[in-house]
C-alpha cells in the first residue's frame, strides 16, 4: 500500500460528543444540541467567527480529556473548560491533515493544530498549557454551512490524490 492509501483508511467514523460556542469574548461556554456552521464564518452563535480565516471552528478528541486528567491530576475535565467548539469520539483528529470531513450536513476543513492558550492555566490549573500541549485539538474551515447535532458522525471525504505516493 501507499502512504496515501494507508492514509485513508479509517476503523470508524467519528461521533460528536459535545458543540460549544462562546457567545462573548472571555465569557462562558454554552452548551448545545445542535449548531449552524456558516460557510467561511464559523459557528452560529460563537463570538469567534472568522470571515476567510484559518481558524473558524475548533475541534478536540475526547480521549484527550481523560489524558489532560491524568497529567493534572484531576479526576475529570469537562470539556468547557478547554473552550474548544466541537468534541468528538472515535477518530484521531490529527489524521485530518490535508483533508475534508463531513460532521452533519457541514463540511469541513482541516486547517492546522489548536495551541493552547495562557487562558487553560486559569481553567484547569497550573501546568495546564503545557499539559494541553499536543492534546489541544485542531482548527477548521467551514466549506459549506449546515447544521451539526450531538450524535452526529465525523466522516472523511476522501480526494483521489496520487502526487508523491509511495509505496511502504
Known amino acids: 500500500m501507499t502512504l496515501n492509501e494507508l492514509r485513508s ?3 470508524q467514523p467519528g461521533r460528536v460528543e459535545n458543540l460549544l460556542v462562546r457567545p462573548e469574548r472571555m465569557g ?23 470571515k476567510g480565516g484559518s481558524r473558524q471552528v475548533t475541534l478536540m478528541q475526547a480521549e484527550h480529556l481523560g489524558v489532560l486528567a491524568s497529567l493534572l491530576g484531576l479526576e475529570e475535565i469537562l470539556p468547557e473548560s478547554t473552550r474548544r467548539n466541537i468534541v468528538v469520539r472515535g477518530i484521531n483528529l490529527l489524521s485530518l491533515k490535508g483533508k475534508r470531513f463531513n460532521i452533519g450536513e457541514a463540511i ?9 492558550c ?26 459549506q454551512g449546515g447544521a451539526i447535532k ?11 490524490t496520487n502526487v508523491g505516493e509511495r509505496s511502504i
Open 9 to 11: 483508511v479509517y476503523s
Open 28 to 50: 462562558d461556554v454554552k452548551t448545545l444540541n445542535e449548531v449552524v456552521a456558516l460557510t467561511d464564518l464559523g459557528l452560529e452563535g460563537d463570538h469567534y467567527q472568522n
Open 108 to 116: 469541513l476543513e482541516y486547517s492546522g493544530e489548536c495551541h493552547p
Open 118 to 143: 495562557s487562558r487553560m492555566e486559569k481553567n484547569l490549573g497550573p501546568g495546564a498549557y503545557n499539559a494541553m500541549r499536543g492534546h489541544g485539538g485542531i482548527t477548521a474551515i467551514v466549506v
Open 150 to 160: 450531538v450524535g452526529d458522525s465525523v466522516n472523511v471525504l476522501h480526494t483521489n
